[in-house]
């Protein structure tokens, strides 16, 4: 399903517009940073497709607020995610970007962890990054340009006690960015990865008050990163000022 509107983008500065708007696809773009990507896209003047999952209300919201087209698909679902970048290329005619911010979570120890779990972790966090960037590359490719950055985090890094799958998943992610970077580096086509720490999103609102205190204990900066930190750090890797910038993992966690 596709939630569209037509719109117009208001140029800041005195009138002046864009020198090229960049035709931006989102995964995960209702909430948490994928929404604040969707948001800093869009207020820079470009023209932005998210696709979401299960968040339709906010989806909707976000949509009507950024002009922003949205699109209804699992990520972990290779066929639905061939047919949402169909239709985003179709909207916008082609992609220049893509961010892949779509990802779920689990704390729990590792053998609480049944498999149903371990599969959809790793199929949306994982399988899913794999799946849209196969089906983006080729659209890139043909056009010799283009920008990924992947979302990480800081655990496919380093590891988290009870993260055990998202963890994985997570490294999965490094190691998918690190090879694809090269194989598309050739066609103009940079790949990078944010390795975001502890953001205050709907991921962690599991958290107790206890628990958030104790990690921000632990944060050299002393609190939690917020979505649109990590939103920013994201535009500027898509940006021109990022063309040599490719195979790189970003971490964005106030030295955590």
């Known amino acids: ?7 117009q983008i208001h140029a800041a500065c005195g009138g002046k517009t864009e020198k090229r708007m960049k035709k931006v696809l989102i995964t995960g773009g209702s909430r948490g940073i994928g929404a604040a990507a969707v ?7 470009h023209r932005v497709v998210f696709i979401y999952n299960k968040s339709e209300k906010e989806a909707k919201e976000l949509s009507e607020k950024y002009g922003a087209d949205c699109i209804r698909a699992d990520v972990s679902d290779p066929l639905q995610i061939k047919e949402a970048v169909d239709a ?12 892949t911010s779509a990802g779920v979570a689990k704390i729990a120890q590792i053998c609480d962890t049944d498999d149903g779990e371990w599969r ?20 890139m490719v043909r056009q010799h340009s283009g920008s990924i950055v992947t979302v990480g985090s800081v655990w496919g890094k380093e590891g988290a006690s009870c993260e055990t799958a998202y963890s994985a998943a ?6 998918l960015t690190k090879a694809l ?17 502890v953001i205050d999103t709907d991921m962690n609102s599991c958290l107790s008050e206890e628990d958030k205190k104790a990690l921000c204990e632990e944060i050299p900066a002393g609190r939690f990163g917020t979505a649109g930190e990590v939103a920013e750090l994201i535009y500027f890797l898509s940006s021109e000022k990022a063309s040599y910038i490719t195979g790189q993992c970003i971490g964005i966690g106030g030295g955590f």
């Not at 399903?1 to 719109?7: D, E, N, P």
């Not at 948001?39 to 003047?45: L, T």
């Not at 985003?88 to 961010?99: E, N, P, Q, R, S």
């Not at 997570?170 to 190691?175: L, N, P, Q």
């Open 39 to 45: 948001k800093k896209f869009a207020e820079s003047g």
């Open 181 to 197: 970077s090269k194989e598309l580096a050739p066609s103009g086509i940079t790949v990078n990865c944010v390795e975001p720490g």
């Open 120 to 139: 959809r972790i790793c199929d949306t966090d994982l399988s899913g990054t794999f799946y849209i960037c196969r089906e983006v590359s080729r659209i």
């Open 88 to 99: 985003a290329a179709k909207i916008m005619g082609g992609i220049d970007v893509l961010v």
């Open 170 to 175: 997570k490294a999965g992610v490094r190691g």
């Open 1 to 7: 399903m596709v939630q569209s509107r037509k719109y």
